[in-house]
């Protein structure tokens, strides 16, 4: 099966700039997950979806980011307007059931560098 | 609120030597515990789930919920274990992994 997919692998932008960052779960998968590294940092959670319904969105730094997942299948996630601290990499997972004992399967990760 | 700690940053053995890499986590209730593995160029992936009690690689990691550990143990290091390893936690009110900041292990020959 095909796994996780996202795109773009690499974004360079400006500070004021929007990028848009897509991700394709493994079909089938209902729960869709972002997080994102910054330099030096853990890894950390940024929102679930369960099919198109955000179900957990604390992690969300601020109103400049934007999550959407139209029809329960692929997912968009919109910076705008991107500043120098949001440059990391973003990564997306899925899973099929909530809770999932055997972890998420993620994709390679986005990396965003905002100049 | 739940807490994943990694101690050490980076560690360096020698092919062959044994290996432990540590994590420590917070939590009041009983969390599920992984180990996820970045090799280079290559996705985060599962490693290890504390519930099957498995050992993937010659890798094994035992919960201590009595220090509220998850080390993560492997005998004999081999080259190709170099990589950087997270270990992360899963709440039972949420299915949100909370990571530690990850270990950057280099097994040299």
């Known amino acids: 099966e095909a796994g996780v997919t996202q795109f773009p692998s690499h974004s360079v932008i400006e500070k004021g700039q929007t990028v848009t960052l897509r991700c394709d779960p493994i079909s089938g998968h209902d729960n869709l997950y972002w997080y994102r590294r910054v330099m030096g940092k853990e890894i950390k959670f940024l929102l679930h979806?369960?099919?198109?319904?955000?179900?957990?969105e604390s992690g969300m730094p601020n109103n400049r980011f934007l999550a959407e997942r139209t029809g329960g299948t692929y997912s968009t996630l919109k910076v705008q307007p991107a500043e120098l601290e949001d440059s990391g990499v973003y990564f997306c997972?899925?899973?099929?059931?909530?809770?999932?004992?055997?972890?998420?399967?993620f994709g390679s990760g986005t990396r965003l560098t905002v100049v | 609120a739940q807490r994943v700690t990694q101690p050490e940053k980076l560690l360096s053995v020698f092919k062959g030597a044994p290996v432990e890499l540590k994590c420590n986590y917070s939590y009041s209730g009983s969390p599920e515990l992984f180990w996820y593995v970045q090799y280079s160029r290559q996705r985060l992936q599962l490693l290890l789930r504390?519930?099957s009690r498995e050992s993937i690689k010659g890798f094994t990691a035992d919960l201590n919920k009595g220090e509220t550990s998850f080390h993560l143990k492997k005998p004999f290091a081999q080259e190709e274990d170099s990589a950087m390893y997270y270990c992360a936690l899963m709440g039972t009110s949420g299915s949100r992994l909370t990571f530690g900041e990850g270990t950057q292990l280099t097994v040299n020959p």
């Open positions: 504390h519930i």
């Open positions: 979806f369960v099919k198109e319904s955000k179900q957990d």
């Open positions: 997972a899925s899973s099929q059931d909530w809770q999932s004992s055997y972890g998420y399967t």
